[in-house]
């Protein structure tokens, strides 16, 4: 079993849906949770970090449930610059970051 | 924008060339990281350097070698390198590699070896 799972996609959504995004990673003991995205040929950029508590920016909203051991990304609103791979990134106890492999999201006009 | 700044952008370079590729991060990060990003793939971890030591290789060849002059640059000597070797290769900078802290990235360096 992979470390961090995701659903690769691809999601096509029209502007404007709600899209969301699960992750399960199989390492309980892992520490800390984020969610970056990386576009065409860019760099990943830290879109949040994901905290037991969940947490809230804008239209974006992370979830970590530890007991299932998966987080989860929901976009509301979506637009069209939301388009872009979304990574799942988890650190474990060795506190080095491990990727999943990315859901592609193209939100269509 | 990124404050982890890499140069150069784009390599195109030979079997046997000797080439560099440097970092440099302005956030007073005490931990950086080479990292190796092939297309459709994430990236994958080369190498960790905590307080300018290196504290991780994970298995790279030696035709890749890291060096760290200080704790804001971070430099990936090539030498001898394979065409499989072609990838973007981005660097990244952390608060420190002890505890969990985000990891900022580069733009990368889009290498393409013929």
């Known amino acids: 079993r992979k470390e961090v799972e995701q659903d690769p996609g691809p999601f096509n959504v029209p502007e404007g849906a709600t899209v969301a995004f699960n992750c399960t990673y199989s390492?309980?003991?892992?520490?800390?949770f984020f969610w970056y995205r990386q576009d065409c040929r860019k760099e990943p950029k830290l879109l949040m970090s994901v905290y037991s508590s969940g947490n809230e920016d804008g239209r974006f909203t992370a979830q970590l449930n530890r007991a299932s051991q998966y987080i989860s990304l929901l976009i509301r609103d979506s637009k069209l610059s939301d388009s872009a791979t979304y990574l799942c990134v988890i650190s474990g106890s060795a506190r080095q970051l491990t990727f999943g492999s990315g859901t592609q999201l193209t939100v269509l006009p | 924008d990124t404050e982890v700044t890499q140069t150069p952008k784009h390599l195109v370079m030979g079997m046997t060339n000797k080439k560099s590729l440097k970092c440099e991060q302005h956030m007073g990060h005490r931990a950086m990281y080479w990292y190796k990003q092939k297309a459709k793939k994430p990236p994958e971890l080369m190498f960790v350097?905590?307080?300018?030591?290196?504290?991780i290789n994970e298995s790279v060849p030696s035709r890749f070698s890291p060096e760290c002059p200080n704790s804001s640059l971070l430099n990936l000597h090539l030498h001898a390198l394979q065409p499989e070797d072609s990838a973007l290769y981005l660097c990244?900078?952390?608060?420190?590699?002890?505890?969990?802290?985000?990891?900022?990235f580069g733009p990368g360096t889009r290498l393409t070896v013929t």
């Open positions: 350097y905590s307080y300018e030591k290196l504290s």
């Open positions: 990244a900078s952390s608060q420190d590699s002890y505890s969990s802290y985000e990891q900022y």
């Open positions: 390492n309980s003991a892992s520490q800390s």
